[in-house]
Protein backbone atom coordinates (compact mmCIF):
# COMPACT_ATOMS: atom_id res chain seq x y z
CA UNK A 1 0.00 0.00 0.00
CA UNK A 2 1.15 3.56 -1.00
CA UNK A 3 1.11 5.91 1.94
CA UNK A 4 1.18 9.99 1.05
CA UNK A 5 1.27 12.26 4.38
CA UNK A 6 1.56 15.95 4.54
CA UNK A 7 2.81 17.83 6.82
CA UNK A 8 4.31 21.71 7.34
CA UNK A 9 0.70 22.99 7.58
CA UNK A 10 -0.10 25.68 10.27
CA UNK A 11 -1.42 29.32 11.05
CA UNK A 12 0.61 32.25 9.42
CA UNK A 13 -0.15 35.86 9.06
CA UNK A 14 -0.82 37.30 6.11
CA UNK A 15 2.21 37.57 3.80
CA UNK A 16 4.17 35.29 5.43
CA UNK A 17 5.58 31.52 3.93
CA UNK A 18 4.85 27.96 4.89
CA UNK A 19 6.41 25.17 3.28
CA UNK A 20 4.45 22.27 3.03
CA UNK A 21 6.07 18.69 2.60
CA UNK A 22 4.50 15.30 1.53
CA UNK A 23 6.31 11.94 2.15
CA UNK A 24 5.77 9.07 0.39
CA UNK A 25 5.97 5.89 2.05
CA UNK A 26 4.97 1.47 1.97
CA UNK A 27 5.45 -0.23 -1.35
CA UNK A 28 7.76 1.22 -4.35
CA UNK A 29 5.15 2.39 -6.83
CA UNK A 30 6.40 4.88 -9.69
CA UNK A 31 5.24 8.10 -10.43
CA UNK A 32 4.67 9.99 -13.03
CA UNK A 33 3.53 13.23 -11.37
CA UNK A 34 2.75 14.57 -7.89
CA UNK A 35 0.69 17.45 -6.63
CA UNK A 36 -1.18 19.34 -4.77
CA UNK A 37 -4.47 20.43 -4.16
CA UNK A 38 -6.78 22.42 -1.42
CA UNK A 39 -10.37 22.37 -0.35
CA UNK A 40 -11.77 25.55 1.63
CA UNK A 41 -14.90 25.15 3.62
CA UNK A 42 -17.96 24.99 1.42
CA UNK A 43 -15.74 25.09 -1.82
CA UNK A 44 -14.67 22.31 -4.20
CA UNK A 45 -10.95 21.06 -3.67
CA UNK A 46 -8.96 22.53 -6.72
CA UNK A 47 -5.87 22.17 -8.35
CA UNK A 48 -2.95 23.80 -6.63
CA UNK A 49 0.61 22.67 -8.29
CA UNK A 50 1.56 19.43 -9.87
CA UNK A 51 5.27 18.34 -10.91
CA UNK A 52 6.62 15.60 -13.92
CA UNK A 53 8.50 13.48 -11.72
CA UNK A 54 11.10 12.84 -13.56
CA UNK A 55 12.12 15.90 -15.15
CA UNK A 56 10.77 18.31 -12.37
CA UNK A 57 8.41 20.38 -15.00
CA UNK A 58 6.35 22.15 -12.76
CA UNK A 59 2.91 23.43 -13.43
CA UNK A 60 0.39 25.96 -11.69
CA UNK A 61 -2.51 27.12 -10.90
CA UNK A 62 -2.94 30.98 -11.41
CA UNK A 63 -3.77 31.58 -8.62
CA UNK A 64 -0.66 30.76 -6.92
CA UNK A 65 1.95 31.22 -10.10
CA UNK A 66 4.73 33.52 -8.78
CA UNK A 67 4.03 32.90 -5.05
CA UNK A 68 4.03 29.25 -4.84
CA UNK A 69 7.18 26.70 -5.67
CA UNK A 70 6.86 23.19 -6.06
CA UNK A 71 9.35 20.75 -5.53
CA UNK A 72 10.96 16.99 -4.92
CA UNK A 73 13.66 15.15 -3.67
CA UNK A 74 13.75 12.28 -5.47
CA UNK A 75 16.13 10.54 -2.97
CA UNK A 76 14.39 11.16 -0.55
CA UNK A 77 11.02 10.74 -1.96
CA UNK A 78 9.50 13.72 -0.87
CA UNK A 79 7.41 16.55 -2.44
CA UNK A 80 7.72 20.13 -1.44
CA UNK A 81 5.06 23.05 -1.80
CA UNK A 82 6.85 26.52 -0.47
CA UNK A 83 4.27 29.00 -0.23
CA UNK A 84 4.98 32.68 0.03
CA UNK A 85 3.25 36.01 -0.07
CA UNK A 86 -0.18 33.83 1.59
CA UNK A 87 -3.15 35.24 1.99
CA UNK A 88 -6.02 34.75 3.58
CA UNK A 89 -7.89 33.28 1.06
CA UNK A 90 -4.97 30.21 0.76
CA UNK A 91 -6.84 29.03 3.74
CA UNK A 92 -7.57 25.69 3.32
CA UNK A 93 -6.74 21.50 3.66
CA UNK A 94 -3.60 20.95 1.42
CA UNK A 95 -3.46 17.53 -0.02
CA UNK A 96 -0.76 15.54 -1.93
CA UNK A 97 -1.45 14.00 -4.58
CA UNK A 98 0.14 11.46 -6.78
CA UNK A 99 -0.33 9.64 -10.63
CA UNK A 100 1.24 6.37 -11.19
CA UNK A 101 0.34 7.07 -15.19
CA UNK A 102 0.66 9.53 -17.82
CA UNK A 103 -1.80 12.31 -17.05
CA UNK A 104 -2.96 14.97 -19.52
CA UNK A 105 -4.25 17.20 -17.44
CA UNK A 106 -2.64 18.69 -13.89
CA UNK A 107 -6.22 20.40 -12.55
CA UNK A 108 -8.45 17.20 -12.92
CA UNK A 109 -9.05 15.27 -9.68
CA UNK A 110 -9.59 11.80 -11.01
CA UNK A 111 -6.23 11.62 -12.68
CA UNK A 112 -4.46 11.04 -9.40
CA UNK A 113 -4.49 7.52 -7.86
CA UNK A 114 -3.09 8.28 -4.35
CA UNK A 115 -3.99 11.06 -2.24
CA UNK A 116 -2.77 12.25 1.40
CA UNK A 117 -5.15 12.74 4.29
CA UNK A 118 -4.79 16.76 4.18
CA UNK A 119 -2.77 19.24 6.39
CA UNK A 120 -4.77 22.15 7.57
CA UNK A 121 -3.51 25.93 6.46
CA UNK A 122 -4.78 28.90 7.90
CA UNK A 123 -3.65 32.76 6.95
CA UNK A 124 -4.81 35.21 9.07
CA UNK A 125 -5.17 39.28 7.95
Known amino acids: QVQLVESGGGLVQAGGSLRLSCAAS????????MGWFRQAPGKEREFVAG????????YYADSVRGRFTISRDNGKNTLYLQMNSLKPEDTAVYYC??????????????????WGQGTQVTVSS
Open 97 to 114: VAASQFIAMFSRRDQYNY
Open 26 to 33: GRTFSRYA
Open 51 to 58: IIWNSGWP
